[in-house]
C-alpha cells in the first residue's frame, strides 16, 4: 500500500535530488562558474528542446491510466495530469523560455537542433513506460520524480547565471516552477494515493530513477557539447 505521507516520501526525494546534484559534472561546473559561456548556451538551448516535448511524458501517463468504471478514481488521476497540461499553455511557459534564452544570447530558439542525447532522453520516458509490462502508477511515480528535480535546479539556476554569466533578465521562468514543481510532485504522488494500490518501494524506485536520468540528461549535453566544441576546433 502506498504510504499516504507524501511530504515524507518528498523530503526522500529531495535529499536524493540534493546528492544526485552534488554529483553532477555540469552542474558543479555551472554552479561554480566554471563552466564556459558558449557551453552553457548549448547545455540550457538542449534543456529548451526537450522541454518543448515534456507534455508527450503526461500523454504516456494519460495512456497508462486505467479506465472509468473501474476501483480506481480515474478522474482524481486525469484531473491532476490535465491540470499540469492547462498550466502549461495558459501561463505561456513555452513564452517564458524563449524569452530566458534570449536572455542568456540565443536570439533565435526556433533554429535550434536537438542532439541525439536530447532525442534518446526525449523518448526514454515513453520507451520505458510504454511496455506493458510496466504499470500505469509507475510511469504517474516517475513523472512525479522528475518534477521534484526541479526546484533544487532551478535555484541553483537562479544563483549562478547572474553570479558567474551576467544573465539576471528573464529568469522568471525558473523562478516560476521552483514553486509549481513541488505542487505538482505532491498532486501526483497524491494522486498515487488515491487511485492506486501498489509497492511503495517500486514507485519510490521510479521516481528516484527518472531523478537520475533528469541529472545525467544534463551531463550527458554537457559532455557531447564539449566534444563537439573540441572536434571543431581540431
Not at 13 to 19: A, P, R, Y
Not at 167 to 176: D, I, K, P, Q, Y
Not at 194 to 217: C, G, M, N, P
Request: charged residues 25%; proline residues 4%.
Amino acid at each position: 500500500m502506498v504510504s499516504p505521507d507524501s511530504a515524507t516520501v518528498s523530503a526522500n526525494l529531495v535529499s536524493h535530488v540534493h546528492d544526485t546534484l552534488r554529483r553532477s559534472s555540469f552542474f558543479s561546473a555551472f554552479r561554480s562558474g566554471e563552466a564556459d559561456i558558449d557551453v552553457v548556451r548549448d547545455v540550457f538551448s538542449q534543456y529548451y528542446l526537450w522541454r518543448n516535448q515534456f507534455h508527450r511524458w503526461f500523454g504516456l501517463c494519460i495512456v497508462k491510466s486505467p479506465a472509468f468504471g473501474t476501483t480506481f478514481d480515474i478522474s482524481f488521476v486525469l484531473s491532476e495530469l490535465i491540470e499540469h497540461i492547462e498550466e502549461e499553455i495558459n501561463g505561456d511557459h513555452h513564452g517564458m523560455a524563449v524569452t530566458f534564452l534570449r536572455e542568456l544570447g540565443i536570439p533565435e530558439p526556433q533554429l535550434l537542433t536537438p542532439l541525439p542525447v536530447t532525442s534518446a532522453y526525449s523518448d526514454s520516458f515513453l520507451h520505458r513506460y510504454f511496455d506493458p509490462q510496466r504499470s500505469g502508477e509507475e510511469a504517474l511515480a516517475a513523472l512525479a520524480g522528475r518534477e521534484i528535480v526541479a526546484p533544487e535546479r532551478n535555484r541553483l539556476t537562479i544563483e549562478a547565471l547572474p553570479k558567474h554569466y551576467g544573465v539576471s533578465e528573464g529568469l522568471e521562468f525558473f523562478g516560476l516552477h521552483e514553486e509549481l514543481e513541488v505542487e505538482h510532485f505532491r498532486s501526483l504522488w497524491d494522486a498515487l494515493i488515491k487511485s492506486y494500490q501498489a509497492d511503495e518501494t517500486v514507485l519510490v524506485d521510479a521516481a528516484r530513477h527518472e531523478i537520475w536520468e533528469h541529472v545525467t540528461f544534463w551531463d550527458d549535453v554537457y559532455a557531447a557539447v564539449i566534444e563537439a566544441r573540441s572536434q571543431a576546433a581540431d
